[in-house]
């Protein structure tokens, strides 16, 4: 173990050497590509969540997330780790990465429970040479106000006996092309020795390590990023809702702007947010602006707008209905899609449960069909759960509307085209399908 006088040069030879013990913290759709990485890279990666379930797939090599595959799972065993609901492997651990939820309140206000759990989880093994990196995404000041204070009553010092650092994800589930581990990696220390073993360490499993001046400027760093995303979402729903009245196509004006090399990059339309970081990383900054006296008014508009799309969806399912002189009130809908995006499974935040829970307090009857989710638990009227039905062409038939709200590449949408009777489209998955039946309206 290092002692507390030679405790950088200590930890910055162990990782160097590989030799340094990993530990990471919450094995979510962040935690586990991140332990995965560190065990491949050569580190003994141990891995620690409350979730036993989880615990017990890893040490079985079995996957729990879809687009994680068992091989990668298995590389954390082989690297000499292994998971634990407990904590007694904390101490062994040289760097601890901790990469817990930070969800919100049903107050819309950061809810950094999980956080402090943690910070009470690595206070109470916290040992001279140790780095703490933070990566939950969460408003500027978490790292200092509230991690630092936990870790400092062991009367260690920060800078000198242990080491503190906050390092955003930029993981995105199931995207083609681009995964964190290709990606720069921002990183910032609440000291210049904290910044400088993190950046170390994350170099090991990037190509490119930004440092940056302060861990609350890493912090803003990825809420800049999400609320970008927030932001020109709702920029491009409201466009939606202003040419769809002109009788202009939303999804052609995109494809046509995105043609300008610079200045402009696209974004899609669609029935509204999903997933644990662009509905709710936003409100995190929104809380921590009041302490200083700002509102952040692009937030707050972009929310309105995007939160208003569900119910936009609804109604104009209702209005189509009308057209065909039935009522949402006894329809029978068949939801595609209830992930909250292309090609993964994770229904957190998803519009289409929102969808559901709204068109079955309308007076519907319910079914969906997503590949990803085979079963919802606790859904459906008896709150039994649901189960994901089979695309079948006369099955199809017996729906008085099909409503898409992802453009999963595993859908047979010519299937739907032929097959349904009127398709609502939010996602221009339809796009190219020749509808031989069915009346596809984009919405
Ligand atoms: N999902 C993404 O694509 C993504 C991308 C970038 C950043 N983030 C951020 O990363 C953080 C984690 O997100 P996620 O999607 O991986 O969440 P997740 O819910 O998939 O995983 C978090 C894990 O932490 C565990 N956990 C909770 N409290 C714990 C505790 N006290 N001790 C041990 N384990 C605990 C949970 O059981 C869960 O397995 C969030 O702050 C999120 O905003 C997520």
Redesign the pocket.
């Given at each position: 173990m290092a002692h507390s006088g030679n405790s950088a040069a200590e930890l910055a030879r162990r990782i160097e050497s590989k030799e340094a013990v990993v530990a990471i913290?919450?094995?979510?759709?962040?935690?586990l590509p991140l332990a995965v990485s560190f065990a491949r890279a050569g580190f003994k990666t141990h891995c620690?969540?409350?979730?036993r379930r989880?615990v017990a797939a890893i040490n079985a090599g079995r996957r729990y997330i879809r687009h994680i595959p068992a091989s990668d799972v298995r590389a954390i065993g082989e690297s000499g780790g292994r998971a634990s609901a407990s904590l007694k492997d904390l101490p062994s651990a040289d760097a601890v990465v901790i990469?817990?939820?930070?969800p919100l309140t049903p107050q819309r206000e950061p809810d950094i429970s999980?956080i402090i759990?943690?910070a009470v989880?690595v206070a109470s093994t916290l040992r001279p040479g140790q780095l703490v990196s933070l990566?939950?995404?969460?408003y500027p000041g978490t790292t200092r106000e509230v991690l630092l204070p936990f870790l400092a009553r062991s009367g260690l010092k920060p800078g000198r006996d242990f080491f503190l650092a906050y390092s955003?994800?930029?993981?995105?589930?199931a995207r083609a092309g681009h995964s964190a581990r290709d990606l720069p990696k921002v990183v910032g220390g609440l000291t210049r020795r904290c910044l400088d073993l993190a950046s170390l360490l994350y170099g090991k499993i990037v190509p490119e390590v930004v440092p940056v001046s302060s861990p609350e400027a890493a912090e803003a760093a990825k809420l800049t990023e999400n609320i970008f995303r927030f932001v020109n979402i709702g920029l491009v729903n409201e466009l939606k809702t202003v040419f769809d009245r002109m009788g202009v196509d939303i999804w052609e004006v995109v494809e046509a702007a995105k043609t300008k090399p610079f200045g402009y990059m696209p974004f899609y339309p669609g029935p509204g947010l999903g997933?644990?970081?662009i509905p709710?990383?936003p409100y995190y900054l929104l809380w921590k602006a009041r302490e200083y006296g700002r509102t952040a008014r692009f937030i707050e508009l972009a929310g309105e707008v995007n939160a208003a799309m569900p119910d936009r969806v609804l109604r104009r399912t209702a209005e189509e209905l009308n057209r065909e002189r039935k009522s949402l009130n006894g329809s029978r809908i068949l939801l595609v899609g209830v992930a909250y995006k292309n090609d993964i499974d994770d229904v957190r935040e998803s519009p289409g449960l929102k969808l559901l829970d709204m068109f079955e307090a309308g007076g519907a009857r319910v079914d969906y069909h997503d590949p990803h989710v085979p079963r919802l638990a606790g859904r459906g009227a008896d709150g039994k759960g649901m189960k994901s039905v089979v695309l079948r062409a006369s099955a199809l038939a017996e729906y008085d509307a099909v409503v898409v709200t992802v453009a999963h590449s595993k859908v047979n949408y010519r299937m739907l085209g032929e097959s349904a009777r009127l398709i609502v489209d939010t996602k221009n998955a339809m796009a190219g399908v020749d509808a031989v039946r069915a009346r596809v309206v984009k919405a």
């Open positions: 913290l919450g094995l979510g759709y962040v935690g620690f969540d409350s979730d989880k990469a817990v939820p930070t999980h759990e943690a989880a990566e939950s995404t969460t955003p994800e930029r993981e995105d589930p997933g644990h970081c709710i990383d």
